[in-house]
């Protein structure tokens, strides 16, 4: 019997260690901006499986897009000249989770903000407008968002984005997979495991840019105004990212990068994208 | 977290009762799968035993994760669709039949030889023995190891995760992105695995102890 | 064969080469520790302190009981809290450890038990302290017994490590698909040429395993 209750108390006991590192989040108060100041790094959260916005590059093993650049551009005027950046890449499961919990200072990945999302982090003033839209084979009978609101159809897309959330909201009916990755809901379109992929239109843009059997439809059927996540509380690196965003904007550097990346990207509205 | 289980107690559940289903399909499978390679392996016939072996050593040495990914992504673009369950099922299915293929193969030998011998000299062919003396002899003997590898099945059954497979953790993992809650999302789906695999493995290991 | 010969491309089989040696130096390191801490923990489990080892046994039985990829997330979330930040390549190894050193455990205290106890008795009769006959007697026998299983486990970890690209760690799967999302016709020569790196890892250290077996059995 003894034995018995002993086994019983002893189950609680990782529980109960699980229960206090659970408990000991958002314990840190610390000013990210503050530390950094001191090593003059700042550690962005990126993504290096979507084109166009942060894509790793086979070649130099370094992930390039216009979420780099920015992040770059950004933590120079940040902390001056000689300032550096270090990146660790993250899925869409992963970037909250490592802002909440300290791993990384500021995300900027291609997010859109959201009103769920700003009861966790914060987020600067948008830096991008995107619009969700449609990746399909060339020649699908796919053309709109209407298409998929039927029973058979499957629309692909990755875990926790806006995307699900809209579709289940456009076009309720159909059935939604998720993936961890745009490369992997990417590949998963391409094995045949769903009729149409769902993203924002400048990353299916990016896809379709060098996949030429596939093809972006039915223009944008909502807003994505993307912008830079930092953890809640951290009022003074937000305020110095929002000062250097505007810094960027003013003397072309914004104009420059934002040119560079979706200049030549044939039916993307870049006018509307800097919303200017 | 209680309030966050009674919110999204459906979806759990579906990924419980997914996890539930994948693994005992892939562990019917890979029983019969695993024990015909198994035989195979301990045959005169060199050239089923050769077989056998490439099997067994091929799906030992190569993650499951990828296996798995083989028939999600690269399959359907050359033989056939099949949705992450099946994908998932089916590379756990041959994953799993190489290590219980070892397993029965162990436990064939370990069974007296003299049995055999005996079984044979009372006048019943190799099968007959086989079938009725030295199977239900090893299986007796390999029951604690494949209880063990069924509880190692339900925990690798989480990369359905990565083929959107509906399981526990793709559902755990659903739950965390959409409530930001990652710990409690996240411990919440290590209790739903411990209620199948922690009873499992008290019971292998009193088996076990029994046997002793 | 044009297409296995771009898929096959000196530029993508460098890049797969680095995927791979992430892969074999988050192996090492954790095989390294795991079978640290497995023979320390299997040692705690075998000797029974009172208290002790029933807390030490059970929260082995709640770890080794949980998927891995579970413990992995948990890993990449939880410890950064207590204020150190991690990379995914110290999140992998700390989590392979945490996981495979419980299994290990498992086998190690096994593995002592089926070292007949007459052993220790006999060790002790003689004039050893109890961990006298533990190093020098009743340990080495077992680990020769436990090679087969040591050996296994190991090349569990070696595949396991597939297991961390959903934290983003740049090892040999995770390689292959950024080479094949952006390229999506390279899917089976990637699929093919990953399974082979693994399959001869893991097959040479099997082969290693029974070479040593042999030797010393």
Excluded at chain 1, 136 to 158: E, F, Q, R, W
Excluded at chain 3, 110 to 116: C, H, K, L, M, W
Excluded at chain 3, 128 to 150: D, G, H, S, V
Aim: glycine share 6%; with cysteine; net charge positive.
């Amino acid at each position: 019997m003894g034995k018995k209750l002993r086994r019983s108390l002893l189950f609680l006991l990782p529980l109960l260690i699980i229960f206090f590192l659970s408990g000991c989040s958002n314990t840190q108060e610390k000013n990210i901006y503050q530390a950094d100041k001191k090593t003059k790094t700042i550690t962005w959260g990126i993504k290096s499986d979507t084109r166009l916005f942060g894509l790793m590059n086979i070649k130099t093993g370094q992930s390039e897009g216009f979420d780099i650049d920015m992040a770059k551009a950004l933590t120079k005027k940040i902390y001056g000249k000689n300032a550096k950046v270090k990146f660790v890449t993250t899925t869409i499961t992963t970037k909250i989770p490592l802002l909440k919990n300290g791993n990384i200072d500021a995300v900027i990945a291609a997010m859109t903000i959201t009103p769920e999302r700003k009861e966790y982090v914060d987020f600067s003033t948008p830096y991008f407008n995107a619009g969700q839209s449609l990746l399909v084979k060339k020649g699908s009978s796919i053309t709109s968002i209407k298409d998929l609101n039927k029973k058979n159809i499957t629309v692909l897309a990755v875990k926790g984005s806006t995307a699900v959330a809209n579709i289940e909201k456009y076009a309720p009916k159909a059935k939604v997979l998720e993936y961890d990755d745009y490369g992997q809901a990417f590949t998963a379109l391409k094995s045949g495991q769903g009729d149409a992929m769902t993203t924002d239109n400048g990353i299916l843009y990016g896809i379709a840019k060098e996949n030429k059997g596939y093809a972006v439809v039915g223009g944008t059927f909502t807003n994505e105004p993307y912008g830079i996540a930092v953890n809640k509380g951290q009022k003074q690196l937000l305020h110095a990212i929002n000062k250097a965003l505007a810094e960027l904007k003013e003397d072309g550097t914004y104009a420059r990068l934002a040119n560079k990346w979706f200049g030549d990207v044939a039916g993307f509205n870049l006018k509307e994208a800097e919303g200017q | 977290m209680i309030t966050l289980f009674m919110n999204n107690w459906q979806t759990y559940l579906t990924g419980f009762w997914n996890t539930i289903l994948c693994s005992v399909l892939a562990l019917i499978f890979s029983l019969v799968i695993g024990s015909a390679f198994a035989i195979m392996e301990i045959l005169p016939n060199k050239v089923l035993r050769i077989i056998a072996h490439i099997y067994i050593e091929i799906f030992r040495n190569i993650p499951l994760l990828v296996i798995a990914m083989f028939f999600y992504i690269v399959i359907p673009q050359y033989v056939m669709k099949m949705d992450g369950f099946t994908a998932g099922t089916i590379g756990l299915t041959l994953y799993t039949s190489s290590f219980i293929a070892e397993t029965v193969r162990a436990g064939i030998q370990a069974v007296d030889s003299g049995q055999m011998e005996g079984a044979r000299a009372n006048g019943l062919t190799y099968w007959q023995a086989m079938r009725y003396i030295v199977l239900p002899q090893a299986y007796k003997l390999v029951i604690p190891p494949l209880g063990n590898q069924f509880i190692n099945l339900v925990k690798n059954s989480s990369v359905l995760a990565f083929l959107a497979g509906f399981d526990l953790m793709y559902q755990g993992q659903s739950v965390a992105s959409t409530t930001f809650q990652t710990f409690s999302a996240y411990i919440i789906v290590g209790i739903f695995y411990l209620i199948i695999t922690l009873p499992l493995s008290y019971y292998m290991r009193y088996l076990e102890k029994k046997m002793v | 064969m044009a297409l296995l010969e771009q898929a096959y491309s000196f530029v993508n089989m460098r890049f797969l080469f680095e995927g791979l040696a992430v892969t074999l130096e988050v192996s090492v390191i954790s095989i390294i520790f795991s079978f640290i801490f497995g023979l320390i923990f299997g040692v705690i489990r075998y000797i029974e302190v009172p208290y002790f080892s029933a807390v030490v046994g059970f929260i082995i039985d709640i770890i080794r009981n949980l998927p891995l990829l579970l413990i992995i997330f948990f890993t990449y979330f939880a410890i950064p809290e207590l204020g150190i930040r991690m990379t995914p390549m110290s999140a992998s190894i700390v989590a392979l450890v945490v996981f495979e050193s419980m299994m290990l455990a498992e086998v190690v205290r096994s593995g002592i038990q089926a070292v007949d106890s007459g052993q220790m008795e006999g060790a002790r009769a003689n004039g050893l302290t109890y961990f006298q006959a533990m190093r020098y007697i009743i340990l080495p026998q077992a680990l020769t017994k436990m090679i087969p299983p040591l050996v296994s486990q190991f090349i569990s970890l070696i595949k396991d490590t597939s297991l961390a690209t959903i934290i983003v760690l740049p090892e040999l799967l995770y390689h292959a698909q950024i080479v094949y999302s952006q390229n999506t016709t390279y899917m089976l020569p990637m699929y093919v040429m990953i399974a082979l790196m693994y399959f001869v890892v893991c097959y040479i250290l099997s082969l290693a395993a029974r070479y040593l077996e042999r030797r010393l059995g």
